[in-house]
Every structure is written in C-alpha cells, then in structure tokens.
C-alpha cells in the first residue's frame, strides 16, 4: 500500500509540473541597430525584471528642420545632433501575447515607457543649436519580422528643457514619434 502511494504522489507532482503555467519574460539582453525616419541610433536592452527592461541607445536624429530665420538666426536648416537615451520600458501584456501562443522572442510586446533624451547641441552632423534634454512617456509596439529583424511604432508627448538663454526655448512640448525597423544581434 506504502508503494502505491509513492507512486501516486510522484505522479501527482509531474503532473502539477506539466499543468504548472510558465511565466512570460523579457529577453535578457538584447543588442541592436535601428533607422527610422528621423535617424539611425544603436541600442542595448538589458531586463529588470520578467516585464521591465532598461534601453539605452546613441544615434544621430534630425531633431527639426527650420525654414526662415529661427530663434538661433539660422536659414533653412537641419539640426542633426547626436542623441543619447535612456528608456525603462514596462512589457504590460508579454504575459497576455505569451498564453495566447504569439511571437514574444526580442521583446515583441506593447510597451510604456519613460524615454529621457540628450541631444548634444556640441556634436552636431547637421546645423547648430543648443543642447537639451526631454522626459517623454511613450507607448509603442515592438514586433519581429523574421528572426532578427524588428520594428517599433508609437509616440509619445512631453517636456523639453532646452539649454538656452532664450526664455521661448527654455520649456516647450516635445514629441517622440516612434517609427523604427532594426536588426538584433
């Protein structure tokens, strides 16, 4: 009688085992490059938790283009600095894409985030301008296109500090415009 219920109770817990419902999680770190629209940037994702990574990236991004005199007294112009960002980004339904049997591999999952922008008005491809920083929450979709391939669209609005003597620059909206195609490592 002891035998049997060994027995039944090994089977019991590789049963529970195979019932048990796998968690959802973020890749652990993923390295890639991007283009967008506006610009190109190389990016590393490193997880926090099974729905929370920190990107960091570097890029170069066209900032605005100005037509006419601008508030730096420049005609016609591209400003295209170098961009350095910081994003924590919260996966919300990686659980929810993971149960219903769709792609999550490099983080392909609907995401918020609160990107934070330096863009060097010191290292410039492109034009002149002063140096700023943005705080800008985001909501964007993160997809795969085969293996390595992905892309990212969303947008978010929020603050600029632009560091100027300029009190028009000095506190303005700022934009974030998602549209990206990448290739992860």
Not at 31 to 54: K, P, Y
Not at 71 to 87: C, H, K, Q, T, W
Not at 122 to 150: C, D, E
Request: proline content about 2%; overall charge positive; some cysteine.
């Amino acid at each position: 009688m002891k035998k049997y219920q060994i027995i039944l109770f090994v089977c019991l817990i590789f049963v529970a085992k195979l019932t048990a419902q796998e968690e959802a999680s973020v890749e652990k770190s993923i390295f890639g490059i991007q283009a967008g629209v506006m610009g190109v940037w190389a990016n590393s994702e490193v997880r926090l938790s099974n729905t929370i990574t920190l990107r960091s990236e570097a890029g170069f991004a066209m900032t605005n283009w100005t037509i006419g005199r601008s508030f730096y007294g420049y005609d016609n112009e591209a400003f295209i600095p170098l961009v350095l960002s910081v994003e924590p980004r919260y996966y919300f339904d990686i659980n929810k894409r993971y149960s219903k049997g769709l792609r999550i591999d490099n983080n392909s999952a609907t995401f918020f985030s609160l990107k934070i922008n330096y863009h060097a008005g010191w290292l410039m491809l492109s034009g002149k301008q002063p140096s700023n920083i943005q705080i800008i929450p985001t909501y964007a979709i993160r997809g795969n296109i085969g293996k390595h391939f992905n892309f990212e669209m969303g947008g978010g609005m929020g603050y600029q500090y632009t560091f100027t003597s300029i009190k028009e620059e000095n506190n303005i909206w700022a934009f974030n415009t998602v549209l990206k195609v990448g290739y992860s490592f």
